[in-house]
């Protein structure tokens, strides 16, 4: 409503409308219903819904060529060496609905959590969901600004992790810089992130084209960046953001979904489509969505379905 009321309560005939920092996309829903705007765009980063976390936990419990125990943070984990040392103090960046971050605070030797998301959804969700103990905080800001929006994170941290966070936005340059200045020195990174092709979002590029689609998804943009070059080349961008030694690889991650219904709820807490989409076509989107990725990923149409995400990990040290 406010938004509304910002705008002075009057829409034209014709009206074409960003919602910027649409969170939720309530709002946005709210103003494309209204019968005089034609269309709505607001880029969502990823809203918490009953199908989000299962979605995270699956990412992470299937690894391929890996064997790590723990759900999520599994590999982040590992790839910090794969031991907390006494006294670690960890930031999340990207923390989302925090399950991570409560995964690292439950370790005994880990003496504080933050996790970090530019989602004010997310914080609160990831609050209401995980007030486990005082080990544990959960704060609102963007990793490229971290240090300029909260001072108090500066040399901070001795190690810092973030899983599928760094692919949803462009300027990774700056998130870098930001992370190595919340790190005291000899502190240890460890970032997760979606690599060259995904197929979330090349399902997202073919809807755009989408006969019965495109004139709604005219200008969506979904958000993802996935880093062109290769983890060598990644490696040494890394070093140049305030790091000494600096590790980069890329592997497959694959994600397991159980059933159509699963994979659906998932998919509706992550498609920033379904914001410009009025909620009563939102089952037609998402059907036609999943036909789209069911025939990028060649599905033999059982109700399991498998697919991969190619990923790059870096591990990088200040
Ligand atoms: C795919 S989710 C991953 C969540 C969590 N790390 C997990 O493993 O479940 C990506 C998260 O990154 C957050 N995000 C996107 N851009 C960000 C930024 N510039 N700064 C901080 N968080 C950001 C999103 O809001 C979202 O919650």
Redesign the pocket.
């Known amino acids: 409503m406010q938004t509304l009321t910002l705008l002075d309560g009057h829409w034209k005939d014709g009206d074409v409308v960003l919602n910027v920092g649409c969170g939720t996309g309530n709002e946005t829903i709210m103003i494309v219903e209204m019968d005089n705007v034609s269309s709505v765009i607001g880029n969502v980063?990823?809203a918490p819904c009953a199908g989000y976390?299962p979605l995270?936990q699956t990412?992470?419990t299937i690894l391929s060529g890996h064997d790590f125990e723990q759900p999520?943070?599994g590999y982040t984990l590992a790839l910090s060496d794969g031991h907390w040392k006494d006294g670690d103090v960890v930031l999340?960046?990207?923390?989302?609905?925090g399950?991570?971050t409560k995964l690292i605070a439950e370790m005994d030797n880990v003496s504080s959590v933050i996790g970090?998301?530019?989602?004010p959804q997310?914080i609160e969700y990831a609050k209401t969901q995980h007030v486990i103990s005082k080990k544990v905080e959960y704060i609102q800001?963007?990793?490229?600004r971290?240090v300029e929006e909260h001072p108090q994170l500066s040399n901070h941290f001795t190690k810092v992790v973030?899983?599928?966070?760094f692919n949803?936005?462009e300027n990774q340059k700056d998130?870098l810089k930001n992370v190595s200045a919340c790190l005291s020195d000899g502190g240890e990174c460890a970032i997760h992130m979606s690599y060259k092709s995904n197929p979330v979002h090349d399902a997202n590029v073919q809807m755009n084209r989408h006969e019965q689609w495109k004139d709604q998804l005219q200008g969506f943009n979904d958000g993802l960046y996935l880093y062109p070059g290769s983890p060598a080349e990644f490696a040494e961008v890394v070093k140049t953001c305030g790091f000494t030694d600096v590790k980069c690889y890329s592997d497959d991650v694959i994600t397991k979904m159980h059933s159509t219904e699963d994979m659906k709820d998932s998919f509706r807490a992550?498609l920033g489509q379904l914001n410009v989409i009025p909620p009563n076509q939102h089952e037609d989107f998402l059907q036609d969505w999943l036909h789209v990725f069911d025939k990028i990923n060649s599905h033999d149409g059982s109700e399991t379905r498998i697919y991969n995400i190619p990923s790059l990990f870096v591990w990088a040290r200040k």
């Open positions: 980063y990823a976390t995270m990412f992470g999520t943070s999340d960046v990207g923390c989302g609905t399950d991570e970090v998301d530019i989602s997310m800001g963007d990793v490229c971290l973030s899983f599928s966070c949803w936005f998130a992550i």
